[in-house]
């Protein structure tokens, strides 16, 4: 198991992926937002909200200047996910900044006052290039727990960012899954997740990738032969309506 390292600092996952989240020791719900660095461009995802801001955006200026951030990517509209994003635009203030999310999120989060470009992934085939020719690709995630969630598959690392899906509320945390985390899971998709049939769905899609590892916007990165492990485990988990009472 990897160790987490400093949590004050940002932290790399991969040579180009880095952690850029708040870490507080009360919270059991941390939020992980990412800074995918490719070339002189930066993707910044799941930025966060407004009480995570300072931390996120210190963290961010320590790897890169904010304008080689061309693009934000919001899994979906939650305050969790995209709360500041308004302070984000300031801070990166770059005119052909873009927010990629599915049409259904853009609705949503229009109402934060946003100024950037629109990108809806489901009006342009869910890919993206980056200006290296580096392609990313959107998964829809419907109803997981917002009807227009989407996961990024970056072919190049073979990296998916899962937004709420593979979540985990843990009372010690760390940014690296250890033994027995599928349980950690559990809680959280049994509350914010609509049914096992929509989990299903979702990962008989990602079935099809190549995944070297999922970094959710909640919880633990989780990689390797755990990746397969966290598949059987949500595909067999009742959630949402069927805990429901009949
Ligand atoms: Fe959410
Ligand atoms: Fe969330």
Known sequence: MKKTGDVNESIAITRDIHWVGFY????????????????????????????????????????????????V???????DVCGNLAVVEDVISRPDLRIAAHAHTHRLIQHLALSSDRFAVDEHGYR?????????????MPFLHSPGAIATYDPKT??????????????????????????????????????????????????????????????????????????DFLEALPCGLDLEER
Not at 42 to 54: H, N
Not at 73 to 79: I, L
Not at 128 to 140: D, M, W, Y
Not at 163 to 188: C, Q, Y
Request: charged share 20%; glycine share 6%.
């Open 24 to 71: 507080e020791r009360s919270t059991r719900l941390h939020c992980n937002p990412y800074l995918l660095i490719d070339d002189q461009e930066a993707v910044l995802f799941d930025p966060g909200s407004i009480p995570d801001f300072p931390v996120v955006m210190r963290k961010v200026i320590d790897l890169v200047n904010p304008g080689a951030i061309s693009l």
């Open 73 to 79: 990517v919001a899994s979906h509209q939650d305050p």
């Open 128 to 140: 993206l290039r980056l200006a290296s020719g580096r392609t990313l690709e959107f998964v829809p």
């Open 158 to 231: 073979r990296s998916l960012f899962s937004g709420d899906v593979f979540g985990a509320l843990v009372e010690e945390w760390d940014l690296f899954a250890g033994p027995g985390f599928p349980e950690n899971m559990a809680s959280f998709h049994q509350a914010y997740m609509p049914s096992n049939a929509h989990l299903r769905a979702a990962i008989r899609r990602l079935r099809q990738l190549d995944i070297d590892r999922i970094l959710p916007q909640h919880g633990s990165v989780i990689e390797g032969a755990q990746v397969a492990e966290a598949f």
